[in-house]
């Protein structure tokens, strides 16, 4: 049974209606600060925090339910004679309600504040109330969610109380929220610590998705309450809601194109590119992209890292497509989109920005930092050198390359990804793969060193004049040798980009 609610929120939505319900139940309010100001002029009937507790608000706010007689009643077991005994014999009243929603570090994290202003939107009485209140579940209703407030006014004019299967929720996402929150400020803090003691995510959900993978798996998308990254950071312009499946390759399909300063297209079919190009424009980058493998791009998803005109969105309408995804259109391409009513067009102007990177696995979390490194060295390792044109081409290859499942080898020519081949688990298998697709190409990536000299052997054979690769094995010079035998060149970059 609610008798008395203590009410002290930042966030006001729908506090007005609780509060008039509640009063009009004979339930006494208290409240605190601005909360206390607007509920007053709101014709409320509430009590200040400080006329409870007998002792003022000190330090700028900072300290005003940190008190004993705030949470020795909601502490207080009802059902426990001792807790009822000793906080009678202290004056204190039971708390029955606890509404309080936090200071909203999230948001004030994103701002471009000072490091000591964003401290002060921590929260600590709020934290400490709430926690409280949830410990205390089956004697005190806490709320925290705006959303929630409409199911209690519900169940309390219908029966009376909130059931214990209702508090329990709202307790458990006071858990919830808090190991967000303090998940944000640790990582706040801790932000020149690369691999604290402990992982810290903080994430809300974003939406729920219709399945998985696959459609008997359950999927939702959350997103970094930091705001931080690219995919935190998108807005839908067009078509239908997106599946967890097109999140992953939308992530893939960015990536890729931002690597590039220059005009870049990137088609990508199951979160592995299947055409990437070079243009003197976004028409003539697409116009490449799609001819790299006018097959495989078919279903699925292209991305631009520059804005979309008529012309090339005329182009793309031309074939299925699932998702367009660029910084920015123009309203005529928009219209062209826009007709196809079920292709999902994504406006994304963020670049990648995260850190690291995170794998799930049976039991635990494997963590490790970005791929951000493209070559620790360019070392020419054979008799032949380069051109500038082919120079070009052979990083435009490796830049791709970051990006193929392993193994990976990128063929290209004239700054398209003419052959893609990766996911195999020998190198050979990838290198003839990307060859057969690439025919007339001259360069060559791979994501790792060659074993063996049988991949120079094969791309000699198919054409290849240029090769670059990490290098590293213990045997570099039986590939070296052979590049030499058939006037290839071969780079080495001391790093390799696998990506499994």
Not at 411 to 422: L, Q, R, S, T
Request: a negative charge; glycine letters at 6%; aromatic letters at 8%.
């Amino acid at each position: 049974m609610i008798q008395r609610a203590l009410i002290s929120v930042f966030n006001k939505e729908g506090i007005l209606e609780l509060a008039q319900f509640l009063t009009k139940r004979d339930v006494e309010v208290i409240s605190t600060g601005g909360t206390y100001k607007y509920l007053k002029e709101n014709d409320i009937k509430v009590t200040e925090i400080n006329e409870v507790t007998g002792f003022d608000e000190i330090l700028d706010g900072r300290v005003k339910t940190l008190h004993p007689i705030i949470h020795g009643g909601i502490l207080a077991i009802r059902d426990n004679e001792e807790h009822m005994r000793v906080i009678n014999e202290k004056n204190i009243k039971p708390i029955d309600m606890v509404v309080v929603n936090l200071y909203p570090f999230f948001e004030k994290v994103k701002e471009n504040l000072e490091f000591d202003e964003k401290v002060e939107f921590i929260d600590i009485g709020g934290p400490t109330m709430i926690r409280a209140a949830a410990k205390n579940f089956k004697d005190v209703v806490v709320l925290t969610d705006t959303k929630d407030y409409k199911n209690v006014i519900e169940q309390i004019e219908n029966t009376g109380d909130v059931d214990y299967k209702t508090r329990k929720i709202f307790a458990g996402k006071v858990f919830n929220l808090m190991s967000a929150y303090d998940a944000a400020i640790s990582n706040f803090l801790l932000e020149d610590e690369q691999y604290p003691e402990y992982l810290s995510l903080s994430y809300k959900k974003s939406m729920d998705l219709r399945y998985g993978e696959n459609s008997h798996q359950s999927a939702a998308y959350y997103t970094a309450t930091s705001g931080k990254g690219a995919i935190n950071n998108f807005e839908i312009l067009n078509g239908k809601q997106l599946s967890y499946n097109n999140i992953k390759d939308m992530d893939i399909a960015w990536r890729t194109v931002s690597e590039f300063d220059e005009i870049a297209c990137c088609g990508l079919k199951h979160n592995t590119p299947c055409g990437v190009a070079l243009g003197e424009d976004v028409c003539d980058a697409y116009v490449k992209a799609y001819s790299c493998d006018p097959i495989s791009i078919f279903g699925g998803i292209v991305a631009l890292n520059r804005k979309v005109d008529k012309n090339t969105a005329e182009k793309m309408a031309a074939i299925f497509l699932e998702i367009v995804i660029a910084p920015d259109y123009d309203e005529d391409a928009l219209e062209v989109l826009r007709s196809k009513k079920n292709l999902r067009v994504v406006k994304c102007s963020v670049k990648p920005e995260d850190n690291f990177n995170i794998a799930k696995v049976d039991g635990g979390i494997l963590v490790q930092s970005e791929d951000t490194l493209f070559a620790e060295k360019i070392d020419v390792v054979t008799n032949r050198k380069p051109s500038e044109e082919e120079m070009k081409n052979l990083i435009f290859a490796m830049k791709i390359c970051k990006y193929v499942k392993s193994n990976a080898i990128v063929v290209a020519k004239d700054g398209m990804a003419v052959g893609i081949g990766g996911g195999q688990v020998n190198r050979i298998w990838a290198a003839q793969e990307a060859l057969e697709r690439g025919k007339g190409a001259t360069i060559m990536a791979s994501d790792a060193y060659f074993p063996f000299d049988d991949v120079v052997k094969t791309a000699a054979e198919h054409g290849i004049k240029a090769i670059i690769q990490p290098g590293g094995s213990i045997r570099d010079e039986d590939s070296i040798k052979a590049c030499n035998e058939n006037d290839i060149t071969m780079i080495f970059t001391g790093t390799r980009h696998f990506k499994h």
